[in-house]
């Protein structure tokens, strides 16, 4: 058996006009077909591909887990989750079309006879769906079922494809606890799965704003000119929710906001923010950027996170009017538990173009209000023209909003109209529903497609991943020494977070801008 071409199709009558890979014919393997993830977010998804035409006619949808169940019973079930959760209303006809090519494939993820009858039943479907052999294995699973799951596939001869087809494996996030963990993960994978058939989804970067960084930034000459420490005076990158835990405490207890935002979403968001111009759009070229913005992070000392970085928790409070507990009642959290649910870190990028701009990270649960955005605070102009007329003049700040309301907006100055000289900021706004008229689709929609498609973009790589958890570890250990650790801050549920948070920027003259 031959290791599948991984490279994208394209189609001959769009190019030139896009550079957008085509998808190929497949069947979608997901363990963990009975979760959450299945039901909220890759099945709605792959049924909006198939409502707006970019889901190849000869798809199939193989679902493996556990439980005992018919194909009928799981398409049921998929369809009243869908029905629920999908961005757009689910309509009768296309839903009966797209359940035909769904499957259900009951067996333990341990359970070597289940997948040599997976192996089977694929070949079957390749047969009568004109799949092509091609196979996308998604993990919607917890990651210490990653190695029987591998281990399994290469028995079966799964992880391999005959010539002309291919097999790629989808890995969720979280990727480790740690690097030593990381690597280990990596380890699991690449025994049966080599780094090109590899993605590993972040679904933050399948955001329509997330992608249209790299537009905003080499696509439009006013700005890269100004994107240096030149005329830069600071970012600030925040992620904030109006949720607690949610019934997560579980996973969210080992992991806390950290390694579960700040390591993944955060530090890609700023890679985007912070990359070179690559060489072209490739994926590898795009990636090599990404990796050499992570590897010139200013790593932190113990010292350095006692001044740089802060952790913070939620207490009881009221979000909405609607009184919620704290953290530490939450069910299934220990009353002592010392796990941060909100994350502020200043850091710096150690390179040319970034030198000493300091770039401000803040994560949080239970705050005021949900969205993610990034500022960028461009340095003020001199006063002198104006000093008779005004006593300061605000910062020119771009606003990339990743969700909701996807969009961009830019803060200048104009001269109010009337007879006096008086300055004010206004905005000028962009959304990006209003603009083009359609829905952007939902982040899995776009990364799903892209795997399907073997464009590995938006996609982690392994040394990004890596080079990630070096710069966390050293934040995390400070957190988790015995001796002389940060003291977790606390803050009421509703509020912008602790208090010493603000202080991270008032030493500097700066404040968080407000969502």
């Not at 394209?10 to 957008?20: A, F, Q």
């Not at 797209?98 to 089977?120: I, N, P, R, T």
């Not at 969720?172 to 780094?195: I, M, Q």
Request: charge should be negative; glycine fraction near 6%.
């Amino acid at each position: 058996m031959s290791q599948a071409n991984d490279h994208p199709n394209i189609n001959p009558l769009r190019e030139g006009l896009s550079t957008r890979a085509v998808p190929q014919p497949c069947s979608v393997v997901i363990f963990g077909a009975t979760g959450d993830l299945t039901h909220r977010k890759l099945i709605p998804a792959l049924y909006n591909l198939a409502a707006d035409g970019d889901l190849p006619p000869a798809v199939a949808v193989v679902g493996f887990a556990r439980r005992e169940k018919t194909d009928g019973d799981f398409r049921k079930e998929l369809e009243e989750s869908t029905r629920k959760f999908s961005r757009q209303p689910v309509r009768d006809e296309i839903w009966n079309t797209f359940a035909q090519a769904v499957y259900y494939h009951q067996s333990d993820f341990s359970d070597e006879a289940g997948y040599k009858s997976l192996a089977e039943r694929l070949d079957k479907i390749d047969t009568e769906r004109g799949t092509r052999g091609n196979r996308l294995f998604y993990f919607a699973v917890a990651p210490d079922q990653f190695e029987p799951i591998v281990k399994h596939l290469k028995a079966a001869g799964l992880n391999e494809a005959c010539e002309g087809s291919w097999a790629r494996v989808i890995v969720e996030k979280p990727f480790g606890t740690d690097l030593a963990s990381a690597r280990e993960l990596n380890r699991v994978v690449r025994s049966s799965f080599s780094e090109e058939q590899t993605y590993r989804i972040d679904h933050f970067l399948g955001k329509e704003t997330a992608q249209n960084i790299l537009v905003l930034r080499f696509a439009n000459a006013i700005f890269e000119p100004l994107w240096n420490a030149r005329y830069l005076d600071h970012v600030q990158i925040t992620a904030s929710e109006t949720l607690g835990v949610e019934g997560r405490a579980g996973y969210y207890e080992g992991a806390g906001a950290l390694r579960d935002m700040v390591q993944n979403h955060l530090l890609q968001l700023l890679c985007l923010i912070a990359m070179e111009p690559p060489t072209d759009l490739s994926a590898d070229s795009i990636r090599d950027e990404k990796v050499k913005v992570v590897r010139s992070l200013r790593r932190m000392t113990k010292e350095d996170v006692a001044i740089n970085a802060l952790r913070g928790q939620y207490a009881e409070g009221a979000i909405n009017g609607k009184p919620v507990v704290g953290y530490r009642a939450e069910k299934n959290v220990d009353p002592k538990s010392i796990t941060e649910t909100y994350v502020a870190l200043r850091l710096f990028i150690d390179n040319w173009r970034w030198s000493d701009v300091p770039i401000y990270l803040r994560v949080g649960k239970r705050l005021p209000k949900s969205g993610t955005e990034i500022s960028v605070h461009f340095k003020k102009a001199p006063l002198v023209l104006f000093n008779k007329e005004a006593t300061t003049l605000d910062q020119n700040v771009l606003v990339i909003r990743i969700q909701p309301d996807e969009g961009i907006s830019l803060r200048m100055q104009a001269k109010m109209p009337g007879t006096s000289f008086r300055i004010e900021p206004v905005k000028m706004d962009f959304h990006y529903g209003t603009s083009f008229g359609k829905a952007s689709p939902e982040a899995y929609e776009r990364l799903l497609l892209d795997a399907m498609s073997g464009d590995a973009t938006l996609f982690a790589r392994r040394d990004e991943v890596e080079e990630a958890w070096l710069f966390i570890d050293p934040i995390e250990q400070a957190w988790h020494s015995e001796k002389d650790a940060p003291p977790l801050c606390f803050y009421p549920s509703g509020s912008w977070g602790p208090e010493e948070a603000d202080e991270l920027l008032a030493r500097e003259g700066r404040i968080w801008r407000r969502l």
